[in-house]
Nanobody, 111 residues
Framework: QVQLVESGGGLVQPGGSLRLSCAASGFTFSLSGMNWYRQAPGKERELVARISPGGTTNYADSVKGRFTISRDNAKNTVYLQMNSLKLEDTAVYYC?????WGQGTQVTVSS
């Protein structure tokens, strides 16, 4: 079955960086578009970034120029490099593919 396992979250100061990873299994990763979503307390889950099988990327306006999504098909892994983090980036970050979701990884930006 489809499994998505996120890692790399943590506590970081404003302006800092983190790289999230999502290890995928149970499907043909190289043929799948992959997404990163986030959900902050009291808010709806929102799309942060997506990457197509061919590597085309899209970003939410709030993270453009700061976040980069990438994929390594040899490792069945999708990444989210997050730079210049802001307080409002605090959320649980989820990896998804179609209707499948990982368990999420907490990112907390705080001074």
């Amino acid at each position: 079955q489809v499994q998505l396992v996120e890692s790399g979250g943590g506590l970081v100061q404003p302006g800092g960086s983190l790289r999230l990873s999502c290890a995928a299994s149970g499907f043909t990763f190289s043929l799948s578009g992959m997404n990163w979503y986030r959900q902050a307390p009291g808010k709806e889950r929102e799309l942060v970034a997506r990457i197509s099988p061919g590597g085309t990327t899209n970003y939410a306006d709030s993270v453009k120029g700061r976040f980069t999504i990438s994929r390594d098909n040899a490792k069945n892994t999708v990444y989210l490099q997050m730079n210049s983090l802001k307080l409002e980036d605090t959320a649980v970050y989820y990896c998804s593919r179609l209707s499948s979701w990982g368990q999420g990884t907490q990112v907390t930006v705080s001074s």
